[in-house]
Nanobody
Framework: QVQLVESGGGSVQAGASLRLACQLS????????MGWFRQAPGQAREFVAAISYTGGQTDYADSVKGRFAVSRSSAKTTVSLQMNNLKPEDTAMYYCAAYHAAAWAISTRDDSYDYWGQGTQVTVSS
């Protein structure tokens, strides 16, 4: 079993930066692809970014390319999402997710992910 805990959310002005972190615990002796998704009130959950177990493969939603960067610790158990030049439309609950996969695998589909954190709120005001 795997547990995910997010941290780092908050309320900021447009143009500011935030760094989210996701700590993976439990059975960490396997390779897990990890992703970030977000959901705004009244909207469907959407993909934000993903990173393979090795960290060598990453993918981003078009809406965040060039502003967000996902990274993974050398121990593979912490994934960070650096968010720069935040916009009001980035306001949402951000969720970390993981699934057991090959070391180079990556997915933008939320139905690929088996484990989810509780979420951390990001609010960006104009």
């Amino acid at each position: 079993q795997v547990q995910l805990v997010e941290s780092g959310g908050g309320s900021v002005q447009a143009g500011a930066s935030l760094r989210l972190a996701c700590q993976l615990s439990g059975r960490t002796d396997a390779s897990y692809t990890m992703g970030w998704f977000r959901q705004a009130p009244g909207q469907a959950r959407e993909f934000v970014a993903a990173i393979s177990y090795t960290g060598g493969q990453t993918d981003y939603a078009d809406s965040v390319k060039g502003r967000f960067a996902v990274s993974r610790s050398s121990a593979k158990t912490t994934v960070s999402l650096q968010m720069n030049n935040l916009k009001p439309e980035d306001t949402a609950m951000y969720y970390c997710a993981a699934y057991h996969a090959a070391a180079w695998a990556i997915s933008t589909r939320d139905d690929s992910y088996d484990y989810w954190g509780q979420g951390t709120q990001v609010t960006v005001s104009s």
